[in-house]
């Protein structure tokens, strides 16, 4: 293939990779490349793996007051902000801007909008969002945690009444935060109206102290130090007091005599979570692009067997086996990063309307991104070999902020639920019409209108958009067939609508990626249109086993459609640097010993080594010394 260059060293502004970034995004990032490094405490210079939990926290608290700080001088975006977090990695000031303000601009009422976003924009309160619970996390209608109004004082009383009701997992709420959004049932005069938010003071303003009927526990460490920076935090409520007007009352409300007055749109109550998914089906995409850049570098630089003439090693990204994991990959989260902010767009120009297929597209690309960035990180670091897993090639820390994403804002087989009952939902009014979403249900309806036998027995056909597309309606319409039959014969079908989601999403993230395509610049369009070609083919293949036992591909479709995919793979493969240098990540934000600017790869993996604090290990050598000579205690003993 056609030479990696250099990694960068400065961020690439062409029109590609306006394109790939996006021109806002591509602009905030310039700013704050310009600006961050300049900072001591942004120069990456600590070793953050070596430190302990707590101090490790301590510099996070360090580096948010110093983000903080510059943010307000700057007079920089919101948006600024949520770059800059993802940029430096978690900090407890991370939920300020996401969850926190998310859900105050979307489900609180102008007056109380104009009260809080001030606060909130000014940092004189510190958000979290307290939905978890111990015992309930994806079942929200489990929920303990109690409301109940005080007509006397006009205030709500707030009970956990068991341990399962304790809310866990909350962002920040362990040791920073001084306000946490809680959701919790609402009771009037003995009547359970449910699920709302509520703006809860949980620290002293003046002190920090947890204040009185409220226990608050850090969490202690997670697995594979995911998120070690951020406090998540464990809250019980005993009696606690807050006045009416902190209860969100953007669509429902509670009167000062106790009359509560009922959404009247109940899109409310998913808007902040339509959001905030949205914004991570393009997010996640950057940090899997981020490893796979590194990746790339690497197997660029590394060489392995076979002599070439001159005696030169064969470079590791010559072979297939890279190849076909590598590109595939770079392909799917370019395909992943273009949606993603198609979504997010879509979103912000649909608030406050009906955002019924708002929220089935955001549950598409939020479970789509996590499942698939989670997956090409893990190839990334199985494509640089053991030094893949070193802490300093910067994979093992995106792997476990990835992974983690599978999991939070929804578990991905849960929140697919809700695009199955999306879909039976459509089936059963004939909605499909008007739910272009959902348009592959007409295979369904009139099988007969659709070709049953698809027969391409060349290869070529399989480049043809018509063909593509075909598939992937056909392949998603016999998933949504097999979910209909199952969920009318009362069968649990929770495994299969993963299945069927990720499907749904192949479809309508090719046709995305072609339709983005259309407004590419002239300079980038043959690498583009070559990386849509391999994504499209790449995704027909993976979804084979659909077809199994069915009439609609025969051993000669597939046998051609996998020699179009080789095809796709070696017309992409010259094109890869292009796409690379539009990303451009600069060593700032890799972080990386595998792709360093200034030294080759081997220096500064062994530069690295040769920092570690246990190269001075005189103060255990006594022990060690005493262990070798244990074994003539026990000789001594015997005789
Ligand atoms: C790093 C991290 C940060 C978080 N931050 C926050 C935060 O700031 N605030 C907050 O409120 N919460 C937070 N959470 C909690 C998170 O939102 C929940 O963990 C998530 O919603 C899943 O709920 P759960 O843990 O109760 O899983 P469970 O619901 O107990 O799921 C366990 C298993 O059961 C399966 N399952 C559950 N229900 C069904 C079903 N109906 N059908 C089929 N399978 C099912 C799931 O697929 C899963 O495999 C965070 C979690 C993590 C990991």
Request: glycine share 8%.
């Amino acid at each position: 293939m056609a030479s990696l260059s250099q990694p960068a060293s400065e961020p690439n502004t062409s029109p590609l990779a306006k394109f790939i970034w996006g021109p806002e995004n591509l602009q905030r990032r310039c700013d704050l490349l310009k600006e961050l490094p300049q900072h001591a405490i942004f120069k990456n210079e600590v070793n953050l793996a070596a430190l302990s939990r707590r101090d490790h926290w301590a510099y996070r608290v360090q580096q948010a007051q110093a983000l903080i700080g510059i943010w307000l001088k700057k007079g920089w975006s919101r948006d600024h902000f949520l770059d800059a977090n993802r940029m430096i990695g978690e900090m407890p000031c991370s939920p300020q801007f996401r969850i926190f303000f998310k859900n105050i601009q979307a489900q609180m009422s102008p007056e109380q909008k104009a009260f809080w976003i001030p606060k909130v924009e000014r940092f004189e309160i510190l958000g979290c969002y307290a939905q978890t619970e111990v015992g309930h996390g994806s079942n929200l209608r489990g929920i303990e945690t109690s409301a109940t109004f005080d007509s006397t004082t006009d205030e709500f009383i707030l009970e956990s009444p068991t341990v399962s009701s304790s809310k866990i997992w909350i962002g920040a709420l362990g040791a920073w935060a001084t306000h946490a959004i809680v959701v919790s049932r609402l009771i009037v005069n003995g009547h359970d109206h449910g699920n709302h938010l509520f703006m809860v003071q949980v620290r002293d303003l003046k002190t920090h102290d947890v204040l009185p009927g409220i226990t608050i526990y850090e969490q202690r460490d997670k697995t594979l130090n995911t998120l070690r920076g951020l406090d998540n935090g464990v809250m019980r409520f005993f009696g606690h007091r807050i006045p009416r007007s902190q209860m969100f009352a953007g669509s429902s409300s509670l009167s000062r005599d106790g009359t509560y007055n009922p959404p009247i749109n109940k899109n409310h109550s998913y808007t902040s979570m339509v959001i905030i998914r949205g914004l991570l089906s393009s997010e996640l995409g950057l940090d899997a692009m981020k490893a796979l850049y590194i990746a790339a570098h690497y197997v660029a630089f590394r060489r392995q067997f076979g002599a070439n003439p001159g005696g030169m090693e064969t470079r590791v990204i010559d072979y297939a086996s890279v190849k076909n994991r590598l590109f595939p990959a770079i392909a799917r989260e370019v395909a992943i990063i273009l949606n993603g902010r198609q979504i997010t767009a879509a979103i912000e120009e649909r608030l406050g309307t009906n955002m019924e297929d708002m929220h089935i597209m955001s549950v598409g690309g939020k479970v789509y991104a996590s499942e698939h960035a989670a997956r090409d990180v893990e190839i990334a670091r199985l494509l640089c070999g053991g030094h893949g897993t070193h802490e300093s090639a910067g994979l093992g820390r995106s792997y476990t902020l990835l992974s983690a994403a599978r999991t939070y804002e929804g578990d991905s087989y849960v929140i697919s639920l809700q695009l199955g009952r999306a879909i039976t939902k459509c089936w059963q009014r004939g909605g499909e019409d008007t739910l272009p979403a959902l348009g592959y249900l007409r295979r369904l309806r009139k099988p007969t209108a659709y070709q049953q036998r698809l027969r391409q027995d060349e290869s070529q056909a399989w480049h043809d958009r018509a063909v593509q597309d075909d598939v992937l309606e056909q392949r998603v319409s016999i998933l949504a067939g097999q979910f209909l039959e199952d969920t009318r014969k009362g069968k649990d079908t929770s495994f299969q609508v993963l299945e069927l989601t990720m499907a749904h999403t192949d479809l309508h993230y090719v046709r995305g990626l072609y339709s983005a395509l259309e407004s590419s610049p002239e300079e980038g369009k043959m690498a583009l249109k070559a990386l849509a070609n391999l994504f499209t083919i790449s995704t027909l293949v993976n979804g084979l086993s659909t077809f199994a036992g069915s009439d609609y591909l025969s051993y000669n479709d597939i046998r051609s459609m996998k020699e179009a995919y080789q095809t796709a793979l070696v017309e992409f493969e010259p094109h890869v640097p292009c796409i690379l240098g539009a990303f451009a990540f600069t060593p700032w934000e890799t972080r990386s010993s595998l792709c360093p600017v200034d030294k080759s790869p081997y220096d500064a993996i062994v530069g690295h080594a040769m920092g570690s604090e246990l190269n001075d290990n005189r103060f255990m050598r006594p022990t060690i010394l005493n262990i070798r000579s244990l074994w003539k205690n026990q000789q001594e003993s015997r005789l």
